[in-house]
């Protein structure tokens, strides 16, 4: 094996289960022909095979033809490898499936794109190799499953070891392609490995594409995995701290802590022999570069069933994962001495729709129950406290709060088109017995997917009084032409609301976020798809916004049917459609996905897929 030492096999009668050696099947004059049977924990890598002839006249050493290479892989099908999954359906789905869908957006308006993992494709194998031998990766620690997996989660981000995805969170990417315009992971692998430098761009969903990549080549199952309501907590308190002036407004210098609308990582399966019994099974890793593990960026891989459990002390880095997904929003209000006073908890405020692509089918599977009790489930509280008593602040999810009558709900409109106007509205119910008065302060920011929020662009106050088990309506407009400058990528938007209730002195806090939905691709294969044969597929877009969308690009590819390819198409006018047609020659036969996106300077995540069933020749 390369950078590895000699592997002797014994010529043996019957082969042992997981075990190296060698046995003669058939013996012809001068030809013997060997079975060759290899070792469940070996390296995975390659492998350069040599034969010895030993007979009464000496021994002859067979030379070795270095053009031929032996990878060998994790073998999710043998009962004696530590990857070993008992669920033929699973294993289809987890290691051989090619296509796969990223969910993306807000709790409330999830979307999804097609992804191509492409595991298959010519280049692939070697470029997964070459990401092995980079991250330094001893012989004996490339049969362990626990040690490949902390490298993937590593070697994929750029951090300390110019990896193959290079981060960015920027509003543009002059020197590199735009993270929503990749649509697999096949041309991402291939230009790390060409070049041997860090590819320019990803964020969460690449990261996350290119493990599940990565993962499936090797033969470990994996998948893709989206929770909606993200926390990231920077300080290691286990919850997600939010913080507020004497007048309730927003200390942006101090809310070093956020919720990402969505975040992507991935889930493997392998046993963990390093761990006391139950904890094997799905584990999640972390590839995009958020917080250091052990002085390195990289996470996991982590028991899905400690971070249900709230059990932090259980390896790799369960206490940040435990926060992303079950962690309390805790608001708190400055007061006249400078010290914080917590006054508002919101205990669902995070980790929901924890979803992936579903078992033999493009519908979305929902495993937020693996991850995590029911909301307000004694089950899901108990855990929670079991977390916190590790984190620096234990008593922050303890301490007694006023009570509240009134109680504030927020509302955005689902599905709305990119250049349409928003309807936002807040909802106070008065739950007490007397009139209830107070002041409301609302503001629209855009921000980020992963919570980071630009100034806000839209501020209102109003004055609201509420009749005893009144529910009132406090609604906003926010126009197309007061947001459309400020968009980003992901067309996502901040409503923060707070105020003070007159009466009592009950602080109200609420974020929520909410999308603005892009146009998607049409896409149309014509005729039928037979292996060898040209086929034509046509793609159409039809600006929706009434200004011209400048250096329009669209990327496709698909495993088995088309390499990874850029078409540029220039300007598009306002409402204008633009349609261009690609024509591929099939490589391999089943169902198939024929995917592409469109970016330009004005508007990106765009993008569609067609199923193509090709037949054999």
């Keep these: 094996m390369a950078n590895g030492q000699p592997i002797t096999l014994p010529l043996i009668k019957e082969f042992d289960e997981g075990g190296w050696g060698c046995q003669v099947s058939d013996v012809s004059g001068q030809k013997v022909m060997l079975w060759v049977n290899t070792s469940a924990q070996a390296p995975v890598g390659k492998y350069q095979l040599s034969v010895r002839t030993q007979c009464p ?186 913080y507020f002036d004497e007048n309730m407004k927003p200390l942006e210098d101090k809310n070093s802590d956020s919720v990402w609308n969505y975040h992507c990582w991935n889930d493997c399966w392998m046993t963990r022999p390093d761990l006391p019994p139950g904890y094997s099974g799905w584990q999640a890793i972390d590839a995009t570069p958020q917080e250091t593990s052990s002085g390195t960026y990289c996470c996991g891989p982590c028991p899905l069933l400690a971070i249900k459990n709230g059990l932090v002390n259980i390896k790799y880095d369960t206490p940040f994962l435990f926060s992303e997904v079950n962690s309390d929003k805790v608001f708190y209000q400055r007061m006249a001495n400078g010290q914080f006073k917590k006054v508002h908890v919101e205990e669902r405020a995070v980790g929901h729709c924890i979803s992936t692509k579903a078992v033999g089918s493009y519908a979305r599977e929902d495993i937020t129950y693996l991850y995590k009790y029911p909301e307000g489930s004694a089950e899901e509280r108990n855990s929670v406290r079991t977390a916190a008593q590790y984190g620096n602040k234990p008593m922050a999810v303890a301490e007694p709060l006023q009570t509240e009558d009134i109680v504030m709900t927020v509302e955005s409109q689902d599905g709305v088109l990119t250049g349409s106007d928003i309807n936002v509205r807040v909802l106070l119910n008065n739950r007490s017995s007397s009139r209830r008065s107070l002041s409301l302060t609302m503001s629209v920011a855009v921000m980020y997917y992963n919570g980071v929020c630009k100034e806000s662009f839209k501020n209102d106050t109003r004055n609201v009084s509420i009749n005893p088990g009144e529910t009132k309506s406090v609604g906003m407009l926010v126009s197309y032409n007061e947001y459309r400058t400020h968009l980003l990528d992901q067309a996502a938007m901040m409503l923060t609301v707070s105020g003070i209730v007159q009466e009592t002195g009950q602080k109200l806090a609420k974020q929520h976020t909410f999308r603005i939905r892009t146009p998607d691709l049409d896409i149309k294969v014509h005729g039928e798809a037979v292996v060898g044969q040209q086929i034509t597929a046509t793609i159409v877009f039809q600006n929706p916004l009434e200004i011209v969308l400048h250096n329009a690009v669209f990327h496709v590819e698909g495993p088995g049917l088309q390499r990874p390819k850029t078409v540029p198409v220039g300007d598009i006018g306002p409402r204008k459609t633009v349609s261009i047609q690609e024509n591929f020659t099939p490589q391999r036969p089943g169902p198939r996905q024929f995917i592409a996106s469109l970016e330009s300077n004005e508007l990106s995540q765009v993008h569609g897929s067609t199923e193509v069933v090709v037949r054999s020749s």
């Design 57 to 242: 006249g000496g021994s002859y050493a067979h030379p070795t033809d270095s053009s031929l290479k032996v990878y060998l892989l994790f073998n999710p099908w043998c009962r004696m490898d530590a990857v070993f999954m008992d669920n033929e359906a699973w294993l289809q789905e987890y290691v051989l499936n090619e296509n796969g869908r990223i969910y993306y957006g807000t709790e409330y308006q999830i979307g999804e794109r097609s992804w191509s993992y492409g595991q298959f494709d010519k280049g692939v194998l070697d470029a997964v190799m070459y990401i092995l031998d980079r991250g330094g990766l001893s012989p004996t620690s490339r049969g362990d499953p626990i040690s490949v997996t902390r490298v993937i989660s590593a070697m994929v981000n750029s951090m300390d070891d110019n990896g193959v995805i290079a981060g960015s969170w920027a509003d543009d990417y002059p020197d590199g392609v735009n993270p929503v315009a990749w649509v697999g992971s096949v041309d991402i692998l291939l230009r790390f490995h060409q070049t041997g430098s860090s590819v320019k761009y990803g964020q969460c969903w690449v990261f996350a594409g290119v493990t599940t990549t990565v993962l499936r080549c090797l033969g470990i199952p994996g998948r893709t995995i989206t929770n909606f309501a993200s926390a990231h907590d920077t300080d290691g308190n286990l919850t997600f701290d939010v």
